[in-house]
């Protein structure tokens, strides 16, 4: 089973940039398709972005679209989600996830790993 640990948010103005972290451990990734969601209050769970493992295949979101970056360390074994140009509309939980397959998909119940989730506020 993965393990995934994130890092990396905080409170930052709009405009600025965050770098987040998922950390994972457990298992060859392989086989797997890494992806991010973010959950403001009150809001469904969105999809952010997503990168397969095998091949760095990536695939990203609206809210993502221009302004984020995926990119995944082998040799760490971590995602990272680069937000550059943030802005209040992107406040929210940000988790990472992983689901085992080939396939990048866009719905959270493709995913059957999370992470804790690591809050992301940007002020105006």
């Known amino acids: 089973q993965v393990r995934l640990a994130e890092s990396g948010g905080g409170l930052v103005q709009a405009g600025g940039s965050l770098r987040l972290s998922c950390a994972a451990s457990?298992?060859?990734?392989?086989?797997?398709?890494m992806a991010w969601f973010r959950q403001a209050p009150g809001k469904e769970r969105e999809f952010v972005a997503a990168?397969?493992?095998?091949?760095?295949?990536?695939y990203y979101g609206d809210p993502a679209k221009g302004r984020f970056t995926i990119a995944r360390d082998n040799a760490k074994n971590i995602v990272y989600l680069h937000m550059n140009r943030l802005k209040p509309e992107d406040t929210a939980v940000y988790s990472c996830?992983?689901?085992?397959?080939?396939?990048?998909?866009?719905?959270?119940?493709?995913?059957?790993?999370w992470g804790q989730g690591t809050q992301v506020t940007v002020s105006s």
């Open positions: 990168i397969r493992w095998s091949g760095g295949e990536v």
């Open positions: 457990g298992q060859t990734l392989s086989s797997y398709v």
């Open positions: 996830a992983a689901g085992l397959g080939l396939d990048i998909v866009v719905m959270a119940s493709g995913y059957t790993n």
